[in-house]
């Protein structure tokens, strides 16, 4: 593991990766074919809490670093996607309260997640993907609640969490400054799941619509300020994106172990073909680009525990990360040759979880921009 981490992390990577070996990376082979989420697995990580290792050591969390949790983020990316990301999207869940929340919803949803919770973040609607200031979902202030109505899509975690935060607009002629963001637990009245998503990939995880219909929650449940959602959305997309860089790595690093086993097993021509040097120097590249964004992550999020800005690096970190786990997978297949294509062997799932990488989360399109207008200025 090429993160420099602390020695408490490094202890926890080997449990990680002994959990992740046994229980994780076998028997999400037959979910992935049936899409079933599989919660057995999930209960095993809760009581090893692999699901709270971002809460904060105030609220009872292991108190690790952010590079520390990015080691076991990927080792568990490695076994599989799904996993991987389901654990990760509970941080992004959470991430709206700890950044703007006050002490009693942090205090909430922190203990939530330590009890065996979920977390969901709420952003995406039908019409309204990149362009968030599309949207149509609303919040009524009465008194002293809110009345929310609106459907979300594509809810990582949608149809298991424990709470959500979501997004809605309290004034829609101000576009994007007349949106706000509200903490909604689970099973609060007028709140529901709906069409949950037969995805390509990453398919051990839940992606559904999240739907409010006179959904009243007490005014109390406001993050932060009216009109400042969108700021505490971009804020908490700005801390995710390296996450889900974190998670595309672990994808490429699965292609390059089995393209090397497979290499070394695979006899063509009186010789392993790994042995061949133009196979070599696939597994060179393969390296060089997923230790390159690798390293990004791990800067993007050493960035984030010294408090420094780190829009440019955590989009340059997804962005990167996720096109060359599409290319590494791509590679894996072609070195298995025609058994690359079927799903009797692994590569090909990992070219269908990586693809997901380069959309969620921000499209690449839209890291670009990020990219761009933090490199050029105004």
Avoid at 72 to 95: C, H, Q, R
Avoid at 338 to 363: H, M, N, T
Wanted: a negative charge.
């Amino acid at each position: 593991m090429a993160y420099l981490i602390s020695e408490e992390a490094n202890d926890l990577l080997q449990d990680v990766r002994e959990f992740c070996e046994n229980e994780v990376k076998e028997q999400c082979k037959e979910f992935d074919k049936s899409g079933e989420w599989p919660k057995e697995i999930y209960d095993k990580a809760i009581e090893m809490q692999l699901h709270s290792l971002e809460v904060p050591e105030e609220y009872g969390g292991p108190g690790l670093s952010r590079v520390d949790v990015a080691a076991l983020i990927e080792e568990m990316a490695i076994a599989d996607a799904g996993f991987a990301t389901t654990i990760s999207a509970s941080g992004l869940g959470t991430k709206p309260v700890l950044i703007a929340g006050n002490e009693e919803q942090k205090q909430h949803v922190c203990s939530q997640i330590i009890e065996g919770g979920f977390g969901a973040f709420c952003l995406t609607e039908p019409g309204a993907g990149s362009d968030a200031g599309a949207g149509t979902t609303t919040a009524v202030k009465d008194g002293d609640e809110y009345i929310l109505n609106g459907r979300k899509c594509f809810i990582t975690n949608g149809g298991i969490a424990s709470f959500y935060c979501i997004t809605a607009m309290t004034d829609k002629s101000k576009g994007v400054k007349g949106i706000s963001m509200f903490l909604v637990d689970a099973g609060t009245p007028g709140l529901s799941t709906g069409n949950e998503e037969d995805k390509m990939g990453i398919r051990t995880s839940n992606t559904c619509d999240v739907v409010l219909e006179d959904c009243r929650i007490p005014a109390a449940n406001l993050i932060g300020q009216e009109g400042k959602g969108f700021g505490i959305a971009m804020k908490t997309l700005d801390q995710a994106r390296a996450w889900m860089g974190c998670v595309a790595a672990g994808i490429a690093q699965r292609g390059i172990n089995e393209a090397i086993a497979y290499g070394k097993e695979r006899i063509q021509f009186g010789k392993p073909i790994i042995r061949n040097q133009a196979l070599q120097f696939k597994i060179a590249d393969m390296a060089i680009k997923t230790e390159t964004a690798r390293q990004m992550v791990a800067h993007a999020l050493t960035k984030m525990d010294l408090s420094l800005p780190h829009s440019k690096e955590a989009a340059i970190a997804k962005c990167y990360a996720s096109d060359i786990a599409m290319e590494v997978a791509s590679e894996a297949i072609q070195m298995f040759g025609g058994y690359g294509y079927s799903r009797e062997y692994p590569v090909e799932k990992l070219l269908r979880d990586a693809k997901i990488f380069q959309i969620f989360e921000g499209s690449n399109e839209i890291q670009r921009i990020v990219i761009a207008n933090n490199t050029i200025g105004r």
